[in-house]
Nanobody
Framework: DVQLQASGGGLVQPGGSLRLSCVAS????????IGWFRQAPGKEREGVSF????????YYIDSVKGRFTISSDNAKNTVNLQMNSLKPEDTADYYC???????????????????WGKGTQVTVSS
């Protein structure tokens, strides 16, 4: 099993920055990518960014490329999502997830999630 503990989030003005962190514990991470889905009110949950902690491979949805950076600190079993130049459309509940590593090169779907962490709210507003 994998346990995910998410933190971070909050309220920030447009153009500001936030960092989300996800501490992962449990079994072999060769089979999982760790990262974040988000869900805005009235919208479907979408995959935002993921990383393979053992291989370093990363994924970003097009709308966050150049603004968000995902990284892993394997000594601390932590995945961080640094979110810069935030926009109102980034407002959503963000969920840390352990996802089938086969999702690289495929679709990041909620059906491929093995484990979920609790959501954390990100609000970008002036």
């Amino acid at each position: 099993d994998v346990q995910l503990q998410a933190s971070g989030g909050g309220l920030v003005q447009p153009g500001g920055s936030l960092r989300l962190s996800c501490v992962a514990s449990g079994s072999d991470f060769d089979y999982y990518a760790i990262g974040w889905f988000r869900q805005a009110p009235g919208k479907e949950r979408e995959g935002v960014s993921f990383i393979s902690p053992t291989k370093g491979r990363t994924y970003y949805i097009d709308s966050v490329k150049g603004r968000f950076t995902i990284s892993s600190d394997n000594a601390k079993n932590t995945v961080n999502l640094q979110m810069n130049s935030l926009k109102p459309e980034d407002t959503a509940d963000y969920y840390c997830a352990a996802v089938d590593i086969a999702s690289f090169g495929s679709k990041w779907a909620t059906t491929r999630v093995f484990y979920w962490g609790k959501g954390t709210q990100v609000t970008v507003s002036s």
